[in-house]
Nanobody
Framework: QVQLVESGGGLVQAGGSLTLTCSAS????????MAWYRQAPGKERELVAR???????NYSDSVKGRFTISRDNAKKTVYLRMTSLTPDDTAMYYC????????????WGQGTQVTVSS
């Protein structure tokens, strides 16, 4: 299983920016599809952005044009650059890894809190 550690969360004013980082402890990072999810209090966990091992990206409609997901395979790290933040973006953000090969299991980080004040 992959160990994932998120960082970069915090308190920011509406309109501000943050960059989240997820570092993976794994032998081969390049075979992982990586994603960021978030969960606000009282709500279900939702997909924010995904980047496949092919570098193909997709975003939820709510963050499209404001958030950018990227990865650095050499550093075994995935990033989420968040701009034009609104209070609706307030949530715990989780890093997720799914192997692109058969037989692997899904992994989650412990989460990092993002709070956007109005």
């Amino acid at each position: 299983q992959v160990q994932l550690v998120e960082s970069g969360g915090g308190l920011v004013q509406a309109g501000g920016s943050l960059t989240l980082t997820c570092s993976a402890s794994v032998r081969v990072f390049g075979i992982l599809h990586m994603a960021w999810y978030r969960q606000a209090p009282g709500k279900e966990r939702e997909l924010v952005a995904r980047i496949l091992n092919s570098e193909r990206r997709n975003y939820s409609d709510s963050v499209k044009g404001r958030f950018t997901i990227s990865r650095d395979n050499a550093k075994k790290t995935v990033y989420l650059r968040m701009t034009s933040l609104t209070p609706d973006d307030t949530a715990m953000y989780y890093c997720n890894a799914v192997p692109a090969v058969a037989g692997g299991s899904e992994s989650w980080g412990q989460g990092t809190q993002v709070t956007v004040s109005s």
